[in-house]
């Protein structure tokens, strides 16, 4: 027998003037999250500002049939400047979510008085002991990056590879020239 449904998960976004936009209705919350990232993913190129994640209780009388489980806030990123910086909750844990980044913000499961902090893309992790340290380490390597000469926006996938490409072509060449060499004299 099946059981009965109790809640649903309602994924939403809004805009910076208050319309509000569902995504979608679910039974199951892994699949409203999965819903609500991939909206992030993407969100770069929208003007939301605001997400978040409402639990309606099913056949539930009285004003208080639901509640926010997760919300999220769009800031510019500490590290890539884009404005894809999701503040999930009160400070409780942030991501960029420009696919070329990922920075990220969150405290440390085992240790709730630290705080973690990375940058996949540079391979960074930082430890902290509060959200603003954290964030200050987010910023220092973006300041670590450009100091080194790597510059703040970083570039896409196609366009590295690209290089990886050229630079393997031209050692590829130079053995050639000198096996070229070798064979001539």
């Not at 009965?4 to 999250?33: H, I, N, R």
């Not at 440390?108 to 430890?127: E, L, M, Q, V």
């Not at 300041?143 to 050229?166: H, I, P, V």
């Amino acid at each position: 027998m099946e059981e009965s449904l109790k809640q649903v998960y309602v994924p939403t976004v809004a805009t910076p003037g208050g319309e509000k936009t569902q995504l979608g209705v679910f039974s199951k919350e892994q699949d409203a999250w999965d819903v609500m990232r991939a909206f992030l993913g993407k969100a770069g190129a929208t003007d939301v500002v605001h997400g978040n994640i409402t639990v309606w209780e099913i056949d539930f009388v009285g004003e208080e049939g639901s509640f926010v489980l997760s919300a999220f806030d769009r800031n510019n990123c500490p590290v890539c400047d884009e404005l894809t910086f999701w503040v999930e909750g009160d400070e409780e844990r942030a991501r960029c979510y420009y696919p070329r980044c990922g920075a990220w913000i969150e405290q440390n499961a085992y240790d709730p008085s630290r705080w973690d902090c990375g940058w996949p893309a540079a391979n960074w992790n930082k430890r902290a002991e509060d959200y603003q340290h954290a964030y200050k380490g987010l910023v220092a390597m973006r300041g670590q990056s450009n100091s080194a000469g790597m510059t703040n926006r970083m570039s896409s996938r196609e366009a590295w590879l690209g290089e990886k490409d050229r630079e393997r072509r031209n050692i590829q060449q130079k053995k050639f020239d000198s096996m070229a060499e070798d064979i001539t004299e």
